[in-house]
């Protein structure tokens, strides 16, 4: 079992940057495919990046391929976002989440384990 804890949300205006990361305790991350997934407010989960066990696969959403980059860090048992060029549809809770998979997934429902969120707000 694995525990994910998100960090980095915040305000911040359009065009600004934020980088969240995603602290894991318990099995060490290098075992589990990472994503991180969004919601607004009134919309359903969506998908915006995944990476497999061992970073070798990557996906991005279309609404954030160019702008945001998904990377890890065993030693620290970290996955990040970084997030550029922000835009007002951006604002959402950020959640990170792993499955104990080799390939990533871009459905939450295949996801075993979540955080409990990061707000992300773009002001326009």
């Known amino acids: 079992q694995v525990q994910l804890v998100e960090s980095g949300g915040g305000l911040v205006q359009a065009g600004g940057s934020l980088r969240l990361s995603c602290a894991a305790s318990?099995?060490?991350?290098?075992?589990?495919?990472m994503a991180w997934f969004r919601q607004a407010p009134g919309k359903e989960r969506e998908f915006v990046s995944a990476?497999?066990?061992?970073?070798?696969?990557?996906y991005y959403a279309d609404s954030v391929k160019g702008r945001f980059t998904i990377s890890g860090d065993n030693a620290k048992n970290t996955v990040y976002l970084q997030m550029n060029s922000l835009k007002p549809e951006d604002t959402a809770v950020y959640y990170c989440?792993?499955?104990?998979?080799?390939?990533?997934?871009?459905?939450?429902?295949?996801?075993?384990?979540w955080g409990q969120g990061t707000q992300v707000t773009v002001s326009s």
């Open positions: 318990g099995r060490t991350f290098s075992n589990y495919a």
């Open positions: 989440a792993a499955r104990s998979s080799v390939l990533q997934a871009t459905t939450p429902s295949a996801y075993e384990y």
């Open positions: 990476i497999s066990r061992g970073g070798v696969v990557i």
